[in-house]
């Protein structure tokens, strides 16, 4: 992301040197006819101004002309070309404003209607309230020192590679002159927050109806601070992931792979629901889900086009990819599933509609819409193959598909970007190549793995992850927060 950043602000200066060059020589030009810069100003008396001889004159000789008041000095050099300040540009700002209030909207309602109306009847609340909860959790600690350790940049080089820079505590040295690119940097905190806030809240669909609340509130501030700031910076703040060239336009890495992985960590921690998979765990309200999925759409515009940081053509085509991407994904899992089950299912449609969302993610902003629509395809039955038949044949209990829709949608996403990459959509696609995106996909999800196995180890034999067998009979709803849906 903020590689393109920096490709408009070079843009923008490019320009700026470009008029200052042409001011400085029209300048010289002046200076050099000698009197045409102040017309209503009698002549200088230019005879002062030769240099003495070293013959005396005859006092009856002719005076040779002075050519030196004829002769115009040499035209001064060009200046050098001032780097233009980056300035404000108010179409970007609105549309970043509208951005980070639509990714907001993933979160809170979108994902909590999602997974709430994916749980059973006695955990739905307990669903919604770990979004939620999680959007406060997120907010307070990205202020502090989230924003920092992804997106500061560290004196130190090799240090840089890795992470940001904890200076800029409490944004501490930023005001309201202070940019990215062409908009305020308070709204780029703001909406790389959406960001930060719905990644961990993707997690916890894969241990929905079994984890304590006061386990999933210290997971997710560990895990915020030591997996998802650090990816971040590697991928976008300037480590090393980005500058080996790896693809992310809107978060493949940084969040799907990343929550998919950690997700499936939980999922094998934690162990199986009770009962699962014997008893009937069916979604209690599908409505609600609909609802959520639709709203998830809807602000993922806001997610893949607001990632162009930018209200320009490159966020156009952002648009565009994910309208066709998501589209074909839900209708290859939609008939995927009609071919292999029989029956087209609501559950299927939105579920793939998600999974092209999420494939179409890290290639929004570099293919064009016919590799949006492949992507889409091939992400649409591979996701319905993981989350339906390998989870089945494997065994491990991930509640809301949390991996096989966005661990191994992301993947599939990350490695399409290095195949479909188009540089006459966007010229940071040069280059492209599988192996690269092979980079990213390794380092992040070998990364994320290690360290959240470390934070669930520490929490499983400290407080203890999942909650007691009875309070999980009765359900999350009423024996951790004391309340019921009616």
């Not at 006092?59 to 404000?88: R, Y």
């Not at 920092?148 to 309201?176: C, D, K, Q, R, W």
């Not at 709203?295 to 309208?323: C, D, E, P, R």
């Amino acid at each position: 992301m903020f590689n393109k950043i920096r490709r408009l602000d070079r843009l923008s200066t490019w320009g700026g040197g470009i008029r200052a060059g042409l001011a400085a020589l029209a300048a010289g030009m002046i200076c050099a006819t000698g009197g045409l810069a102040l017309a209503q100003e009698p002549p200088a008396d230019t005879t002062t101004a030769a240099p003495p001889t070293t013959e005396a004159t005859p006092p009856d000789a002719t005076p040779a002309p002075d050519t030196t008041a004829a002769t115009p000095a040499p035209a001064a050099e060009p200046a050098a070309p001032a780097a233009e300040a980056p300035k404000l540009d108010t179409g970007d700002t609105a549309w970043m404003l509208t951005s980070t209030a639509l990714v907001l909207m993933m979160t809170i309602p979108g994902l909590a209607l999602f997974y709430g109306g994916m749980v059973r009847k006695k955990n739905v609340l307990a669903t919604a309230m770990q979004s939620f909860a999680i959007t406060c959790l997120v907010t307070v600690l990205w202020f502090i020192v989230g924003y920092a350790e992804a997106f500061g940049t560290n004196p130190n080089e090799t240090i840089n590679h890795y992470v940001g820079n904890y200076s800029n505590f409490l944004l501490g040295g930023m005001s309201n002159d202070s940019l990215t690119g062409t908009i305020p940097e308070w709204v780029f905190v703001v909406f790389q927050m959406t960001f930060a806030i719905i990644t961990p809240a993707l997690i916890t669909g894969a241990f929905a109806e079994r984890m304590k609340f006061s386990a999933m509130c210290i997971f997710m501030s560990a895990w915020l601070l030591l997996v998802y700031a650090p990816i971040a910076h590697w991928v976008w703040g300037g480590g090393f992931l980005m500058n080996a060239g790896v693809l992310d336009f809107a978060g493949g890495t940084v969040v799907h792979i990343n929550a998919g992985i950690a997700g499936l960590m939980c999922a094998l921690v934690m162990g199986k629901r009770k009962g699962y998979p014997t008893e009937n765990m069916a979604p209690h309200n599908l409505v609600l889900s609909l609802i959520g999925a639709s709203l998830l759409w809807v602000g993922w515009f806001g997610f893949n086009a607001g990632s162009a940081v930018a209200s320009n053509a490159l966020a156009g085509a952002a648009m565009i990819n994910t309208q066709v991407a998501t589209a074909a994904a839900a209708l290859a899992w939609m008939f995927a599933e009609w071919i292999i089950a029989r029956k087209p299912s609501v559950l299927g449609i939105i579920s793939g509609a998600v999974a092209g969302l999420v494939a179409v993610t890290p290639a929004s902003g570099f293919v064009n819409p016919t590799g949006a629509l492949i992507i889409g395809v091939i992400a649409g039955v591979a996701c319905y193959i993981s989350a339906v038949h390998v989870k089945k044949m494997v065994g491990y209990d991930d509640s809301l598909d949390a991996f096989g829709v966005h661990g191994v949608g992301g993947i599939i996403g990350a490695l399409l970007t290095g195949v479909f990459a188009d540089v006459a959509i966007n010229e940071g696609g040069k280059g492209h190549n599988v192996m690269t995106q092979l980079l990213g996909i390794g380092w992040t999800a070998g990364y994320c793995a290690v360290v959240t196995l470390i934070i669930l180890f520490v929490l499983k034999f400290t407080i203890g992850l999942t909650v007691k067998p009875e309070q999980e009979e009765e359900g999350l709803d009423y024996s951790l927060h004391g309340e019921s849906v009616h």
